[in-house]
């Protein structure tokens, strides 16, 4: 119902920023919240960021708190994750995803990648030191 496209994905050095997109098509209007994620080589998949859409509310994890910014642009069903400070750990590849209600019998946080049912291929950052 979801597709979701993720983009601005870079090398860049630490302290560095960069910018990522991810737009929504088919169905936007369901959209409940959407998710940044990200994965790095030999570990897990981790919650980033997180915003719901209609009330704007925002969740991030505790290793981004204070460097990282979601936000969202509903007329170009766009949200955005905005990485300023980066570090070499953050380096990853960022997914985005989608949740709309009744994608899942149980709740989930919004951070928790089990809330999430669209995602999209992922784009790659790379901070070096």
């Known amino acids: 119902q979801v597709r979701v496209v993720e983009s601005g994905g870079a090398s860049v050095q630490a302290g560095g920023s960069l910018r990522l997109s991810c737009a929504a098509s088919?169905?936007?209007?369901?959209?409940?919240?959407m998710g940044w994620f990200r994965q790095a080589p030999g570990k897990e998949r981790e919650g980033v960021a997180a915003?719901?859409?209609?009330?704007?509310?925002?969740y991030y994890d505790d290793s981004v708190k204070g460097r990282f910014t979601i936000s969202q642009d509903n007329s170009k069903n766009t949200v955005y994750l905005q990485m300023n400070s980066l570090k070499p750990e953050d380096t990853a590849m960022y997914y985005c995803a989608a949740y709309l209600p009744g994608d899942s019998s149980a709740w989930y946080a919004p951070l928790s990648q089990r809330r999430y049912k669209y995602w999209g291929q992922g784009t790659q950052v790379t901070v070096s030191a």
């Open positions: 088919g169905h936007t209007y369901k959209i409940n919240s």
């Open positions: 915003i719901i859409t209609r009330g704007g509310e925002t």
